[in-house]
């Protein structure tokens, strides 16, 4: 197949899991042999990578605004960019069979591509109305609605608009029935399905340890988040500071790093962390897969200090090096939709109980290492159970089932 990506966030100035994610399917869906253009966007003054190593055809639509993902990113200037001539043309000369839009930043660019084809497209839409453009298959990674309600229309719009929605996990897949008004199960709603992201090739690629053997080395106690208000970093910042009160952090050493840790709110809360545990490990850059894998291969619990997450994919990178991982339960974060509480591959908590009780189940962890390691090797044989090739087989056989259910349509138009 040839598949158009079309996604704010991919492979420049990389700041969130959205473009780690985009360049993992990519890479993986030309591994299995189809052609991929991606169109993206990327911070004013870097340059475009017009042969990038997992796109087949990288456009990049330089924007004024980096570094978020919701209302307040350029996501007009974005669908702008998409809609100019010069890309418009090569979209139509790669002539896709299916676009991915990922989040609700592509919805606008699509319905630009897809006007562009319909007057590209007139004279034969009137001989033979089966000539489509090609259909949506939105890639919601997140339900941005749900803490910035801004979006929520677009979302909304974007689901119904599609001809199938992928989710990350089941907890967002019932929030966005919920937003179209069909979670009662008796009115009809768009095609929502969930797709587990995998662990990426470039960590799996990376041996992991043996939680047993590592157990003395594991000293860490991770937050790998990036500063932003979803994520609660001051809520792992502020666990930090009550088991320093308590004197209960022995020989651990508090370790943050994703982005953001090196912005006005990142660089306050690194400030506290460090007033507290001066031993603490501060990373404020954006950190690939060797990085990561050195981290989580020293981690002996990393917690993901959020209530609220649709996937949180540190907590499975972490698991793939053995690290256990302490999560909101209740199905509130998609990683264990694969990490099972119940099959003891993840601890899970109430993390909006209070820091002293937060505080309290971190201290009954560490000190049962037994436990950890246990935990750490499930979860690193569950991690690494589900790879790129497995996420991209699954993706391109509903993709390709949508493109033989439109050709169908189309065909059935033509002759009628």
């Not at 990288?58 to 605004?65: K, N």
């Not at 308590?246 to 050493?253: C, E, F, M, P, S």
Request: with cysteine.
């Amino acid at each position: 197949m040839r598949l158009l990506v079309l996604a704010l966030e991919f492979a420049a100035s990389t700041f969130s899991g959205n473009g780690v994610y985009c360049q993992s399917q990519v890479r993986a869906l030309r591994g299995l042999g189809h052609d991929v253009m991606v169109v993206s966007g990327g911070p004013e003054g870097c340059e475009p990578e017009p042969e990038h190593e997992h796109a087949s055809l990288l456009l990049q639509i330089p924007l004024p605004s980096w570094g978020t993902l919701d209302s307040s990113c350029s996501h007009r200037e974005f669908a702008a960019g998409v809609a100019a001539s010069a890309i418009l043309s090569a979209i139509l000369s790669f002539y896709p069979d299916a676009v991915l839009g990922v989040d609700w930043h592509a919805l606008r660019p699509y319905q630009a591509m897809k006007a562009a084809w319909e007057a590209t497209h007139a004279a034969a839409l009137r001989d033979a109305p089966g000539c489509r453009a090609p259909p949506l298959v939105y890639m919601n990674y997140r339900l941005h609605g749900r803490t910035d309600p801004a979006c929520q229309a677009l979302e909304v719009e974007a689901l119904g608009a599609s001809a199938l929605s992928l989710l990350l996990c089941r907890a967002d897949r019932r929030a966005a029935l919920d937003m179209l008004g069909t979670s009662d199960g008796l009115r009809p709603g768009p095609d929502l399905r969930v797709l587990l992201p995998p662990l990426r090739s470039d960590l799996a690629g990376i041996g992991a340890p043996a939680a047993a053997a590592l157990a003395p080395r594991r000293t860490f106690l991770t937050c790998a988040v990036r500063v932003a208000p979803e994520k609660a970093p001051d809520r792992f910042v502020e666990l930090v500071e009550e088991l320093a009160h308590r004197g209960a952090l022995g020989n651990l050493t508090p370790l943050i790093c994703g982005s953001g840790w090196g912005g006005a709110w990142g660089t306050s809360l690194a400030a506290r962390l460090l007033a507290a545990a001066p031993q603490a490990v501060v990373h404020t850059r954006f950190l690939g897969p060797a990085g990561l894998a050195e981290i989580f291969a020293a981690t002996l619990l990393n917690v993901h200090p959020c209530e609220q997450d649709a996937y949180g994919m540190t907590i499975v990178e972490a698991a793939s090096q053995g690290a256990p991982s302490l999560v909101q339960g209740g199905g509130q974060v998609g990683a264990t939709d694969l990490l099972d509480p119940e099959a003891g591959e993840v601890f899970v908590a109430d993390l909006a109980q209070g820091i002293p009780g937060l505080a309290a189940e971190v201290e009954r962890l560490v000190a049962d290492p037994q436990a950890l390691q246990r935990v750490g090797a499930k979860a690193r044989e569950k991690a690494r159970s589900w790879g790129e090739v497995d996420n991209a087989h699954q993706l391109a056989t509903w993709v390709e089932a949508v493109v033989r259910v439109q050709a169908a349509a189309q065909e059935r138009e033509s002759s009628s």
